[in-house]
């Protein structure tokens, strides 16, 4: 059924690319990706591809050049084997955050990775839970865009008693937050960030003696969920839980989560963890595996991937 789909696994998260291919039932694509003595990366595809729908699945997570020019290097050489058809699997989209001219002369860094993979020959991008849903227009290629939410619902929908209430923690995560709180039929607070707010922001909705979820595309250095924690508990809240997508928790972010009153942060496996994280008894990993395998299934034999997600 798979002879003429092979999926190739970047160094940024090879343990996502075999849950994957345990899902598919396949094995990962064969090929030499190293780097020669001089740092330069090193890419050598060891089976045949031509006329294959091949799939490279990396993650532009730190370290972030490395990991995107090596998805750039992975994708010429598929293009100059003559694969049918080049579909760059990208769990966490870095250079996200960057995504739009917000102040006089600052790049849209976003823009430049999405020409980036077209020029390089990518022919389809398969992403989760973009920074904005407006980087998708950057690209001139077709661009499918999943919710890894979805997995995160499925994970907490079993220990929801159903006076929860879930938290955006600013405006750009209003619509996600909202979406998650229908399909699960709770209650939905904004933080408030206006006037004297700005550094002493509040929460908007009643949270006072209520199990707090907050919902965020990503954690990186934690301040944002560690702030809205906060407010929650100056608030009354009974307990805070959180639920982030894209796991990037850099610099002490994983002592604060540690330290903090958070009673527990779900996060994908669209970053993998590092060996810190993995200790932290806070930290629990839900696996989108089986999201990706059955979207890769779909895209390679023509069938809709909207269907997937229609409740949304």
């Not at 294959?52 to 995107?68: A, G, M």
């Not at 989760?128 to 929908?157: C, K, M, N, W, Y």
């Not at 929650?232 to 009974?238: K, N, P, S, Y």
Request: charged share 25%.
């Amino acid at each position: 059924m798979w002879s003429r789909l092979t999926l190739f696994a970047g160094n940024s998260n090879t343990a996502l690319t075999q849950k994957v291919c345990s899902q598919l039932q396949i094995g990962t694509g064969k090929a030499l990706i190293g780097r020669f003595s001089d740092g330069e990366i090193r890419v050598e595809i060891a089976e045949n591809v031509r006329g294959k729908d091949t799939y490279v699945l990396q993650s532009t997570c730190p370290p972030v050049n490395e990991n995107l020019m090596e998805l750039l290097v992975i994708i010429d050489a598929l293009k100059r084997a003559s694969a049918r058809r080049i579909n760059a699997i990208i769990p966490y989209y870095g250079y996200g955050r960057q995504d739009q001219k917000d102040k006089p002369r600052v790049p849209i860094a976003a823009k430049v990775v999405a020409d980036l993979l077209t020029v390089a020959g990518a022919d389809r991008v398969i992403t989760i839970d973009l920074h904005s849903d407006q980087i998708q227009g950057f690209f001139h290629i077709p661009v499918e865009h999943l919710f890894g939410t979805t997995a995160l619902l499925e994970a907490i929908r079993g220990d929801l008693e159903g006076d929860e209430i879930i938290v955006a923690p600013d405006a750009g995560g209003t619509e996600r937050s909202r979406i998650f709180a229908a399909r699960l039929k709770l209650d939905l607070a904004l933080m408030d960030y206006r006037g004297e707010t700005d550094t002493h922001p509040e929460i908007v909705g009643r949270v006072k003696g209520r199990k707090v979820i907050i919902l965020d595309d990503l954690i990186d250095s934690g301040q944002t969920v560690l702030r809205t924690a906060n407010a929650a508990f100056e608030a009354g809240a009974g307990s805070v839980e959180v639920c982030v997508v894209h796991p990037v928790l850099s610099g002490a972010s994983v002592e604060g989560i540690a330290e903090s009153a958070i009673a527990r942060l779900l996060v994908t496996d669209t970053i993998p963890l590092s060996e810190k994280a993995k200790a932290c008894e806070k930290i629990h990993e839900v696996s989108i595996a089986p999201m990706l395998a059955e979207v890769i299934k779909r895209v390679h034999f023509e069938e809709s991937i909207s269907s997937i997600f229609k409740e949304y």
